[in-house]
């Protein structure tokens, strides 16, 4: 259960997979979690090997400072942390041959040609048919709307020279298909610095938020970081 190790090329590829739609370890901001498994790795993993686990560890290297603060518990190991079993299939060469031939089940438990007896008689070509039609009716019933989700972003400038208004433009500069920006507020952080605080509502399937916070980050002129603040299904 969890992560093994963050040395081997195993235990940084599982590191890098579970990075690919999270930008924390556990939930939706730094925490003792992120701390444990940041002084675990000896330096940033390779950029071009686990981008992912790599664009993690410089955010939560920004957060350095804040590490004796962050929620959560201390004490616990990063081996407790990560996917429910690290046994994952990394080269599907090595599967098991058993698994490699074990039959594929049918969609919702349709037998969709029914036995090879039948097929060869008229009578077998209809009832293949009418399955068939079954089937594709059934499916078309399925279309369900595009589940989406409202974020919160917060929005750091290295200090109070940087432009808040050019950042939020460039921010906002950022579009795709299925990602609605919304309201923005200007947050006082202290010693008369302010972050930029935004709203949005993406489409699960057609964003990734990971995806928004790299594009933002790339503002570096502007941006020192960004954080989730809150994200709940709509």
Known sequence: ????DFV???????????????????????????VACFKTLKEAPAPAKYPHAHRWYKHIASHEAE???LPGDPTKAYSTYGPESSELTLNP???PEKAKAAPA???DDIDLFGSSDEEENAEAEKLKQERLDAYHK??????????????????????DETDLVEMERLVRSIGKDGLLWGKSTLVEIGYGIKKLQMNLVIEDEKVS??????????????????DVVAMQKL
């Open 209 to 226: 938020l990971d995806d928004i916070q790299e594009q933002i980050a790339g503002f570096e002129d502007h941006v020192q970081s960004t």
């Open 105 to 107: 089940e049918d969609d």
């Open 8 to 34: 081997s090329e195993t235990g940084l590829s599982v590191l890098d997979t579970w990075l690919l739609k999270r930008s924390y370890i556990v939930g939706y901001g730094p925490s003792q979690a992120d």
């Open 67 to 69: 590490f004796s603060t």
């Open 93 to 95: 060469a090595k599967a």
């Open 1 to 4: 259960m969890g992560f093994l």
């Open 138 to 159: 059934k499916k078309a019933g399925k279309v369900k709307p595009a589940a989406k989700s409202v974020c919160t972003l917060d929005i750091k400038p290295w200090d």
